[in-house]
């Protein structure tokens, strides 16, 4: 959202984010869709900057440490069955697995929704699309992207639902757009009891809104065509 203007001081809130990075998986894929050099350079220097320091502050061991935990911590995962990691999860990986699917199906699954994903999300920044409708099929293509989210990751989902209830609210909701927002806003309550009877709505409702951001990105750039061609008539 900050790209836009502050090229560098967006570049350096993209490297904090590292602190989280499953959440800023589609930052790159923006930047780069919009040719913002200077963010992807700065947020870059941000992250090696924060992980020097960390470094200094603290040694190797941490690092270490961590990735030496990534193996085992994806091994336990993957072999959950039920549990509060389950629970919690609204990621379309969790989901498929939750649905019994195999893991490895449910990892082609999870590869083939983020692909699609991406792909989607470079297309749209490629293009002068409304600010705001942007960053919201950002923020919900993150909650599709990443294989690893939780409920109270879902507060990005939340503000998505926020801009385009704001832009329905000035330009007209499309048919059955509203029960998806409804539905999307209330993933986190919803969902873990879902889960616990086998299954798990949140990524699909995800699923669902993103269409419905993109069919509204489509719609409002059709209108501001005719627009155009009736003002250049005139």
Not at 62 to 86: C, H, K, M, Q, V
Not at 93 to 121: C, E, F, H, R
Not at 141 to 164: K, M, N, R
Not at 188 to 206: N, R, T, Y
Request: aromatic share 10%.
């Amino acid at each position: 959202a900050l790209s836009a203007r502050h090229h560098s001081a967006a570049g350096g809130l993209f490297g904090i984010l590292t602190f989280k990075p499953h959440l800023g998986i589609l930052l790159p894929v923006a930047c780069l869709a919009e040719r913002r050099w200077t963010a992807i350079a700065v947020a870059a220097a941000t992250a090696l900057v924060l992980g020097g320091a960390s470094i200094a502050v603290f040694g190797l061991d941490g690092w270490t440490a961590y990735f030496n935990f990534l193996g085992p911590l994806s091994r336990a995962i993957e072999a959950e069955t039920s549990g509060s990691f389950i629970s919690y999860s609204v990621s379309a990986l969790m989901a498929a697995k939750v649905a019994g699917l195999p893991m490895a199906l449910a990892y082609v699954v999870q590869g083939a929704l983020s692909v699609a994903v991406i792909a989607a999300v470079y297309r749209v920044f490629r293009r002068p699309v409304d600010a705001s409708l942007r960053l919201a099929l950002l923020l919900v293509g993150v909650s599709l992207t990443t294989p690893y989210l939780f409920v109270y990751d879902l507060l990005i989902v939340a503000v998505a639902v926020i801009l385009v209830a704001r832009d329905g609210m000035t330009n007209r909701f499309l048919p059955y757009e509203m029960p998806v927002l409804v539905a999307a806003w209330i993933v986190p309550i919803a969902d873990k009891s879902l889960v616990e009877q086998g299954f798990a709505m949140g990524p699909w409702v995800h699923a669902l809104l993103f269409a419905f951001i993109l069919w509204r990105i489509r719609v409002r750039a059709g209108g501001a065509a005719v627009a155009a061609g009736l003002q250049g008539a005139r």
